[in-house]
């Protein structure tokens, strides 16, 4: 309600009011004589309130702050199940082609040679044949090993040299240094064994016997009618939430991003004939989860990805479960390594995110701390689209991944043209030679920790993330950018490294308490 | 800790919010200074940021950066100073004598 003395014009002071106004000082500081009439007046008291107010405010934004830092349901992804309180409005990121790009006809990888886990495998067993026939062998070369190995240590003798050294130099060393100084990670290992204890058994047997439900008497089933494939999509989405899933994406699958070859335990009966693409694998169902916030803080020693693995692994289990319960052919591909095709790319046509300079798939709500696992399926199904949220223009500038890499497996440059697709190529074999050169679980995941996008679901990270995705200039990439390498420094790329390499088993931020072993564990009276 | 990230907190913030509002209006108004909207605006800019820069350096504490948490605050309390400098003399621009004038509400 407006006083009388406020009728006049704004900014103006009328000749009526001045006699009002002195009126008012009367009235609210002491009377005509100047006598204070010990009242405290109505503008005075709002004053103060004000400055408390202030101060109370101010008092309170830190300690929301404080609380929304502290907050472990901000550890990205664990809000609930459901993911109410979670789930990014992709509706205004979506785009009609993924932001990786197509310059050419696409292949499938052959997983025997350019799967690393499958071809270190094949290159151990041949290089140890090798060592015992041929006792102190010279300098090796690609035309000592069988193809498809020769072939393609020709092409790339780069690897062939990482590979060696992995085996003969690396792994005597992690051994030397885990005696020395691996007990430190004991509690670690412990809970990354255990958290990785459960999961579903190997796939028992090429696609057209394990992926097709069976009745009683092993029986096949009769697919069920449905009435929509939009709700079916719902359906899936959401019971995939409640099977322990963060994240849901579906596409359909394309074809260059399933191996060319089978890799072992996936129950094909050889893995040197080609892997033909069964007509039912129509579908993707990319489920995911992140990694536990703080042990991931503290990669690459502490962290761990068994975690994350192991609820993808569930979480798509019981997927494939429910699928076959509705009469559906489905086929989980889950990590670590059980998969027939390649998961990255498939998460990203499904909408889930983009790919990162570091080659892992960079999510609105996770960021890089996303572990995927797929079930493909001929349930009739609506696809999502892919998003845009800025993740390909951000990775241009930011590479603070690859500035904290300790491998140099990730790129400092452009991206590069791979079986047909223009992305950032990540070195696998510099990358996982540096696993065999950290003390603590198996991996590193750094680049999972360093990335900006990788942040508590916070007010602040989550503003953050949409300014960027909203911001068509780039400007606020390269100040975010700026600010994070200032405000977020980590260790000196060579301080990750064991000892024995030179560095101190540096993590990217020190571990929980429940992981530090020294506090638990008496080992001969150290501390 | 959970009251500070609850509706209760912002319902006790925007009250607080409120307040801080009259205040300054009644503030303005012993001074005489006149307060168009673009004061206003301006004002609350100013007070937006350094709520903005209190949070940050809260919220880089709670998440055990305490290194985000004292360069960012140093940089953004730098910049909220040097702007309430600057919003203070605008706001002080166009004053009468000390009780004489009346801001402007619209």
Not at chain 1, 159 to 174: A, G, I, S
Request: hydrophobic letters at 35%; charged letters at 20%; glycine letters at 12%.
């Amino acid at each position: 309600m407006r006083e009388p003395e406020e009728g006049d014009e704004r900014g103006e002071v009328m000749g009526r009011d001045k006699g009002r106004i002195q009126e008012r000082g009367e009235r609210d500081h002491g009377d005509a004589d100047g006598r204070c009439t010990g009242e405290v007046n109505r503008r005075d008291f709002l004053k103060l309130a004000g400055l408390a107010s202030a101060a109370a405010g101010g008092a309170g934004l830190g300690a929301f702050g404080y609380a929304a830092g502290k907050d472990p349901n901000t550890h990205l992804g664990l809000q609930n199940e459901y993911g109410a309180s979670l789930v990014f409005n992709r509706k205004r990121y979506r785009v009609d082609v993924p932001t990786y790009e197509k310059v050419g006809p696409g292949s499938r990888p052959d997983a025997r040679v350019e799967q690393i886990f499958e071809r270190r495998g094949r290159f151990m067993r041949e290089y140890m044949q090798l060592r015992s026939s041929q006792g102190g062998m010279g300098p090796i070369t690609p035309q000592h090993f069988p193809e498809p190995l020769q072939r393609y240590y020709l092409a790339h003798p780069q690897d062939l040299e990482l590979d060696r050294v992995n085996v003969d130099e690396l792994q005597p060393l992690l051994r030397a240094d885990s005696m020395e100084y691996g007990d430190a990670y004991i509690l670690a290992q412990a809970w990354s064994s255990a958290m990785g204890a459960v999961g579903p058994g190997p796939v028992s047997g090429p696609p057209e016997q394990n992926d097709f439900p069976r009745g009683r008497g092993g029986l096949p089933v009769e697919p069920l009618a449905l009435k929509d494939p939009v709700r079916t999509a719902e359906l899936l989405k959401a019971v995939a939430m409640q099977f322990g899933s963060t994240l849901v994406g579906i596409t359909r699958l394309n074809p260059d991003w399933v191996y060319g070859y089978p890799i072992r335990g996936r129950g094909f009966p050889s893995t040197e004939e080609p892997l033909e693409i069964p007509d039912w694998w129509t579908y993707a169902i990319v489920v995911g989860t992140p990694m536990s916030w703080d042990p991931m803080y503290a990669n690459p020693t502490y962290g761990s990805s068994e975690d994350a693995y192991s609820r993808s692994r569930i979480a798509a289990a019981r997927l494939e479960a429910f699928i076959k319960a509705l009469g559906y052919p489905a086929r989980i591909h889950v990590p670590g390594t059980s998969y027939d095709l390649m998961v990255p790319p498939i998460a990203i046509d499904a909408g889930l995110g983009e790919q990162g300079r570091h080659g892992v798939v960079i999510t609105p709500e996770l960021g890089s701390n996303f572990r995927p696992a797929v079930v493909t399926t001929n349930i009739p199904v609506a696809t999502d689209k892919p998003i845009d949220i800025g993740v390909d223009d951000f990775c241009l500038h930011c590479k603070v991944c690859a500035e904290a890499c300790p491998s140099g497996a990730i790129p400092m440059g452009g991206k590069e043209e791979v079986r047909g697709y223009r992305r950032w190529k990540i070195d696998t074999a510099k990358c996982q030679n540096f696993w065999t050169s950290n003390l603590g679980n198996m991996g590193c995941r750094i680049c999972v920790s360093v990335c900006p996008y990788t942040r508590k679901a916070n007010w602040l990270h989550k503003a953050a993330m949409k300014v960027t995705a909203n911001d068509p200039t780039g400007l606020s990439e390269r100040v975010l950018t700026g600010m994070h390498k200032s405000f977020y420094p980590g260790p000196d790329p060579e301080d990750y490294y064991m000892p024995s390499l030179g560095g101190t088993s540096a993590s990217y931020r020190p571990p929980p308490w429940w992981l530090r072993t020294e506090d638990f564990i008496d080992r001969g009276g150290e501390g | 800790m959970q009251i500070f990230t609850s509706g209760f907190f912002w319902f006790v913030q925007g009250i607080l919010f409120v307040v801080i509002l009259l205040a300054v209006r009644a503030w303005a108004r012993d001074r005489g200074l006149p307060m168009p909207p673009w004061k206003w605006a301006l004002f609350l800019i100013w007070l937006l940021f350094a709520g903005f820069t209190i949070a940050f350096a809260g919220t880089s504490f709670g998440e055990g950066e305490p290194t985000a948490g004292l360069r960012g605050g140093l940089l953004f309390g730098l910049v909220t100073i040097i702007g309430g400098v600057g919003v203070w003399r605008i706001l002080l621009a166009g004053g009468g004598p000390r009780g004489e004038g009346i801001a402007g509400d619209s």
